[in-house]
């Protein structure tokens, strides 16, 4: 069972989706997220991802209630401060508060309750919900131009799949937190198959949650 403690440093980005089981690079340049990731670096190695509010400033802005705890996997330290990160997620959290604190990043009192789901080692959709997003996923393909290996697709287990869609796609901010916040894979999976269903028949290839 993964341990992990209710004090957490977060690093707050909109379309940055982390995901349990999946996992997410970033590039880190900011002084305060340097900072972060030395201070990770040097305890636990925990970053949690968390999204802010749409239309909030870029300073402080307020922020969305669920996110997700990650481990960092692989760290490379540039010459100049610099690191390139790859976030390995963990298990979805819900925020209690904010702390008061010295640190130049910001963090939380988070609770895990409702989550225990998501430190299972493998999820698994229904035979019809995974033909769905194959189905919906191919037809977005086509309509946005991307070519993709399909076979290579095919053999992603259900939970790769359906995490790797939402991280990866172009979703609004207000879509790319329903994904997070779905309760199984299955609910996830059926919001996503609607959001690639809207984005391809979409003149002009946003991909909305309204």
Known sequence: MIKTGTRLSIFPLGGAL???RSYLPLH?????YKALVSDALARDRRIAMIQPLPGEGEEHPA???VGCVGKIDHVEALPDGRFNVLLEGLTRFRLRRELDVATPFRQIDADYAG???DLDAELIL???ARASIEQEAKRFAEAQGYAIDWEEVSRLDDQALVNGLSQAIPFDIASK???LEAETLEIRADLLAELLRFSAAGDDGDVTLQ
């Open 18 to 20: 982390l995901l349990p």
């Open 177 to 179: 937190q329903a994904l």
């Open 63 to 65: 922020l969305f209630e």
């Open 126 to 128: 229904s035979n019809v």
């Open 115 to 117: 989550y225990d789901g």
């Open 28 to 32: 880190i340049f900011e002084t305060r």
